[in-house]
């Protein structure tokens, strides 16, 4: 499938990134162009393999069960935007 | 000899015999850290807290209790937190964020005895290949084409980093590599980059790009020096999950200068087209200088090579478009405000990213999105197990690949910046590294007709780093690389 | 089969459920911070669950050996590789921007459970899967008119979902499939099953059908914080659709919030937008690798669970399948019966618990573990019965004595001097007085008026001050009456 404005405008909803209906074309003119890009990977046959999981060859490490972060509220505060009697605040959302 | 002009190893040597103080040769570098300011390398100059540590580092030295980087000046890749200390990433939406917490990374490195002079500049979330994409300007390459004084791009995404050491304002610099971060810039200013195996070195505290490629490493002048830096940086952390639990060699003694018997590959692959013929002859230049060492050249396939971009510029976008959802305006940096919470979040993010970061942002969130997942992101991830399964089959008869890092000299300011797909061409023969999460370094190998730096890259095993560095160190010995930045005469 | 009757027929109501069960853990999933309720606001929040620039997860090995657990639990088969992955959604409460879960391969895989419906009926619910995945922070939107409060304490905590088929055919069913649930994680200790406090939530998919039909439309009832409710938003939920439905309107796919004020169901703003959550492997993880023989080491410390427990009562003790359902229900009353029962008759045992226990207990508002009374002492009082020192009906005088002031049983009994006449001496001289005195009584039982032979009983019982055996009695009354 194409990418089109309509696209673009659906995938920037999804990444909370506002894209102004002017900047739509040109956005899709340039995704169309590197997706189309990256199709070339059909060429290669990858029937049967793995995707890779990761190219670390372990498993995921385990830690014990131990308390030994949090406890630091005002640090945790101290970047945030706005904050009011140690909560975060944001612009009200509705259920 | 001007003290800004000494490598690592020189300046430990110095002050170990007291020839000058911890404090002379921070204050030196941060004097030349004010003159070049023009080059824009750095986003947070830190002065007052590298002559802090320098004064750490001479009473240590006093004590006779001098560490492996006792009273080296530093730059930081501004991907690293550090804390307390403004952190951007390079971007906008990280307006004034100022970390509670550390790195790994650099905190061993302060643990080492090493100083910070400041964080520098990079590409926007360290997404692109010549740093023109950071919200704090350009940076600006010490190089110029002979006989041209257009500004020259130093490569990204830690081109600041670059900047900062090819323009002697730091003895060596962090930097990070997704796909050729280190080893481009390196290339393109006349350096040792050096991008370790993945795992190698701890991930815990560097802001994410693309999780399953992001590996820290040095910018040096030396091989030696990048050997010093690495057995400072490297080593287990608990707190990443991906991170290795083998032990830390002494890299320093594994320069032996010996690489008789060594076998190396020379994958044809990498003769892409378009390339320079000047690129092509000092590849050969290589091969033969490493001959000329005592170590055999192996034609080798990597037959995949040319898929290595496509499958890279679905995963890094993929993995970018999660890390970067934090940004969201609630917990740190920029907030625009709006009405509701979306519009919060979609005014924030689409004034706090620049659009190299959004276009990946978009490209990432397309190709995992429903009914694309599979044709692209499991596509990438297979034709990825390939990749490494390609250089795993050339590691059975070879010991180290050299091959070319970039494909180009560094351009100017302004030249490629039209169309991203040219942009992401410089990184052709490092992703596959990455992709794979081999160990590599960039050493400075000769200069190009328009007197601009070129570099080769040695590859290694899954970490096997010592063999890499020790190719490197016979490569550089060979190529005897003495060319300085014409800002520097 | 539970049947929803409707203008145009009857209705099948179709209901699969999604529980969360909050992990019992010192620590958060990925963090090293405190998981307790009830703290400061953001006062267990690190870096990493805030989602900080950088910061990295680790995961907890004891969330994971209670998945397992679970898992064994509910019969699931625990698989040797697991993958996290990452759900993508933007949420004021969900500080990276994604939820760490496991999408493809979950922990665990398949399971069942049994639901002890009432008149003794069982039916087995399937279950599909049970994973691993962190917990978000909590939203509130009643502290300011215009802004919404968060506190991150919960974002990180570690949760179990676990999916069942969508095999439930009631709201009866429901609860009954959520209390044998929190019985069962209760039994391993994983979960605390305190819905008041949210460690367990259920979302319930609720669709409509005519019986034999396709599946219907099914819509999304989220967080429902009580049995109770989660019965009576399924019952309104199903007669909604049936209604609807029925007036020619087509049941939407969503999202719904139980309103447990007005008792309806109403759709999710916020749930709106259709949801694409781009799950991919989180490459912050590694692939969850458990060693079998850590599995196996895991199986064979599992307690004994209620199902099984419940049918040993019912063989070794001859309880009957009610009474031993009763008392498996919470893991310390069948821990306590047994104790009571050690060595003396199990049916009086149960009995006593169930009966005299489970009545003052309810009265007083306690809990088992609360009890005045230890299973001990309880023992004891039995005791007191099986040697004819007291009988049944003192004893529970004496019982309710015991709740009341802890003391034991028989220092109660000799106190107040309520140890049974055995002696048939006094007994048959207490018999002859009455008989004695109600000579027409007597006469009309003599005539064929057996019914008053309880009268006769009462009054001789009376006349001992309640403490002769009653046995003697008997049959002391009998042979003199029929005299």
Redesign the interface.
């Known amino acids: 499938m194409s990418?089109d404005k309509a696209?673009?405008a659906h995938?920037?909803?999804?990444?909370?990134?506002?894209?102004p209906e002017a900047d739509r074309e040109r956005?899709a003119g340039?995704?169309r162009?590197?997706?189309a890009?990256?199709?070339?990977?059909?060429?290669?046959d990858?029937t049967g393999?793995?995707?890779?999981?990761?190219?670390?060859?372990?498993?995921?490490?385990?830690?014990?069960?131990?308390?030994?972060?949090?406890?630091?509220?005002d640090?945790?505060?101290?970047?945030?935007?706005?904050a009011?009697?140690?909560?975060?605040?944001?612009?009200?959302?509705?259920? | 000899m001007e003290l800004c002009d000494l490598t690592i190893a020189q300046a430990r040597d110095g002050l170990g015999a007291r020839r000058f103080s911890a404090r002379e040769l921070t204050e030196a570098h941060v004097k030349a850290m004010e003159v070049a300011r023009g080059l824009n390398a750095f986003i947070t100059e830190t002065p007052e807290r590298a002559l802090i540590d320098a004064a750490r580092a001479d009473v240590r030295i006093a004590a006779g209790d001098a560490r492996a980087l006792e009273g080296i000046p530093l730059a930081i890749k501004d991907l690293f937190c550090t804390e307390g200390v403004l952190t951007t990433a390079a971007s906008h939406i990280l307006d004034g964020f100022k970390p509670p917490y550390e790195s790994t990374v650099t905190a061993k490195l302060w643990a080492q005895g090493a100083g910070m002079l400041g964080k520098a500049n990079l590409d926007e979330f360290a997404m692109g290949s010549s740093n023109i994409t950071s919200y704090y300007g350009a940076v600006r390459s010490p190089w110029r084409r002979r006989g041209d004084d257009r500004p020259l791009v130093p490569g990204g995404s830690s081109g600041g980093s670059a900047a900062a050491v090819a323009a002697r304002i730091a003895m060596a610099a962090l930097g990070t590599d997704t796909g050729g971060s280190i080893r481009q810039p390196a290339s393109f200013t006349g350096l040792v980059g050096m991008k370790p195996t993945y795992g190698r070195c701890s991930r815990w505290g560097i802001v994410a790009f693309a999780s399953s490629l992001d590996q820290a490493g040095s910018l040096t002048r030396t091989v030696r020096d990048s050997a010093i830096m690495l057995r400072a940086m490297s080593g287990h952390d608990p707190k990443d999950s991906t991170s290795a639990t083998l032990p830390v060699p002494d890299y320093e003694a594994a320069l032996t200068g010996n690489i008789r018997g060594l076998r190396f590959g020379v994958p044809k692959e990498y003769r892409v087209e378009g390339m320079p013929a000047e690129i092509e002859k000092l590849w050969q230049t290589g091969i033969e200088w490493l001959r000329a060492a005592g170590a055999e050249p192996v034609d080798i396939n990597l037959k995949l090579t040319k898929y290595a971009l496509p499958t890279y510029y679905i995963i890094a976008p993929a993995e970018a478009s999660s890390n970067l959802a934090r940004y969201d305006g609630v917990r740190f940096g920029l907030r625009v405000e709006g009405k509701s919470i979306e519009e919060m979040y979609e005014a924030t993010r689409a004034e706090g990213f620049g659009d190299e970061v959004k276009r990946r942002i978009l490209i990432g969130t397309y190709v995992l999105s429903a009914g694309y997942y599979d044709a692209y992101y499991l596509k990438a991830q297979r034709v990825r197990a390939l990749i490494a399964a390609d250089f795993k089959r050339a590691f059975e008869t070879v010991d180290v690949i050299l091959t070319p890092t970039a494909p180009n000299a560094a351009f100017a300011v302004g030249e490629k910046m039209d169309d991203p797909l040219a942009m992401y061409l410089n990184d052709v023969f490092t992703v596959p590294i990455s992709l794979a999460g081999l160990p590599a370094i960039s050493v400075p190998a000769g200069l190009s007709s328009e007197g601009l730096p070129l570099g080769l890259q040695v590859i290694g095993r899954a970490f096997d780093e010592e063999t890499v560095l020790r190719a490197a160190e016979s490569l550089e010995r060979a190529a005897n690389f003495t060319a300085r930045p014409p800002v520097l005469s | 089969m539970a049947l929803i009757e409707g203008k145009t027929g009857n209705w099948e109501v179709v209901i699969g459920l999604e529980v969360h069960a909050q992990v019992v853990s010192r620590s958060k999933l990925f963090s090293g911070a405190a998981t307790g309720f009830g703290a400061e606001p953001n006062s267990q929040v690190s870096p990493v669950d805030a989602a900080f620039p950088g910061m990295l997860p680790v995961i907890n090995r004891f969330c994971v050996e209670q998945a397992v657990k679970t898992g064994i639990g509910i019969e699931g088969k625990v698989n040797p590789t697991s993958v996290f992955d990452r759900k993508n959604y933007f949420y004021a409460d969900l500080p990276a921007g994604y939820q760490i879960s496991q999408f493809t391969r979950p922990i665990v895989s398949g399971g069942s459970i049994a639901l002890d419906l009432p008149e003794g009926r069982s039916r087995t619910i399937g279950v599909t899967r049970l994973h691993l995945e962190q917990d978000a922070g909590k939203s509130l939107h009643d502290q300011h008119p215009n802004l919404t409060y968060v506190d991150l304490n919960r974002a990180g905590t570690a949760l179990m979902e676990i999916v069942s088929e969508p095999e439930l055919r009631s709201a009866e069913e429901a609860g009954a499939y959520l209390r044998k649930l929190r019985t069962i994680l209760r039994y391993l200790g994983t979960c605390d099953g305190n819905m008041e406090e949210g460690s367990l939530r259920c979302d319930a998919n609720v669709s409509v059908r005519k019986p034999g039909a396709p599946l219907g439309t099914r819509c999304e009832i989220k967080n429902v914080n009580s049995i109770r409710f989660a019965m009576l938003a399924i019952d309104y939920e199903a007669r909604r659709q049936i209604d609807l439905i029925e007036e020619g309107g087509v049941v939407k796919q969503e999202t719904r919030l139980f309103d447990s004020a007005r008792g309806v169901t109403r759709p999710m703003r916020s749930k709106e937008q259709a949801h694409d959550y781009r799950y991919f492997p989180d490459p912050d993880l590694l692939p969850l690798v458990l060693d079998p023989a850590e599995i196996e080491r895991l199986r064979a410390a599992m307690p004994e669970l209620p199902d099984r427990k419940k049918e040993r009562f019912v063989q070794d003790y001859k309880l009957t399948p009610y009474d031993a359902g009763v008392l498996v229900s919470e893991r310390q009353t069948a821990d306590f019966f047994e104790r009571v029962a050690k060595g003396r008759d199990a049916r009086a045992a149960a009995n006593w618990v169930t009966g005299e226990l489970f009545g003052l207990l309810n009265k007083a508002g306690k809990g088992i573990e609360q009890s005045p009374v230890s299973a001990d002492a309880i023992g004891a009082l039995l005791d007191l019965i099986a040697d004819n020192t007291v009988s049944g009906r003192t004893a529970k005088d004496v019982f309710a004595e015991m709740f009341e002031t802890g003391k034991d049983a028989a220092a109660i009994v000799e106190a107040k001097g309520l140890r049974q006449v055995t002696d048939s001496g006094a007994i048959e001289a207490a018999v002859d007085r009455v008989i004695a005195e109600q000579p027409e009584k007597v006469a009309e039982f003599r005539a064929g008026k057996d019914k008053l032979f309880g009268y006769f009983v009462g009054q001789v019982m009376k006349a001992t001050g309640g403490k002769a055996n009653p046995g003697t009695l008997n049959e002391l009354l009998k042979k003199k009456l029929s005299g």
């Open positions: 990418i696209t673009v995938i920037a909803a999804l990444a909370r990134i506002r894209v956005l340039e995704l162009k590197i997706v890009w990256i199709e070339q990977l059909d060429e290669i990858t393999v793995e995707p890779m999981a990761s190219v670390v060859e372990m498993t995921t490490p385990q830690r014990p069960d131990a308390v030994n972060d949090g406890d630091c509220r640090k945790v505060l101290a970047n945030a935007p706005a009011s009697h140690g909560f975060f605040t944001v612009p009200k959302v509705v259920e």
